[in-house]
């Protein structure tokens, strides 16, 4: 399966100004992420740290904290990692599921999925 980014804008909790980073989408991914300082720039404050297993094995924790995103035209909150800042801005998993959106491969872009329950 190819690799694609999408724009995401990305504000803290309070009111403030968006920005828009293009995201890699990365259904392997638990949470947005994003470079820290980009995330302290826009004040997102944060709330935890959290472990996190990377694709080599090993395991850190990083900080995460609350975001609005804006994707697909509609805003909805979501947990973002603080990031080393040499990180490349990932469209997470969960915020998929938050917006219910699913990944179309073939087309390299986002589809709208219809959520389950029982």
Do not use: K, W
């Not at 080393?84 to 917006?99: K, M, R, S, V």
């Amino acid at each position: 399966m190819g690799t694609f980014s999408v724009p995401v804008q990305i504000a803290n909790l309070n009111e403030g100004p968006f920005i828009e980073v293009a995201a890699l989408v990365d259904t392997g991914a638990t949470y947005t992420t994003l470079p820290a300082s980009v995330l302290t720039r826009l004040g997102v404050q944060p709330i935890e740290r959290r472990l996190f297993r990377l694709a080599d094995d090993r395991q850190i924790e990083y900080p995460v904290g609350q975001v609005r995103l804006r994707l697909d035209g509609r805003e909805l909150v979501g947990l973002v990692v603080f990031a080393h800042e040499d990180a490349e801005p990932l469209l997470g998993a969960t915020a998929l599921e938050i917006f219910g959106l699913g990944v179309d491969p073939l087309e390299q872009r986002l589809i709208p999925m219809p959520a389950r329950s029982r």
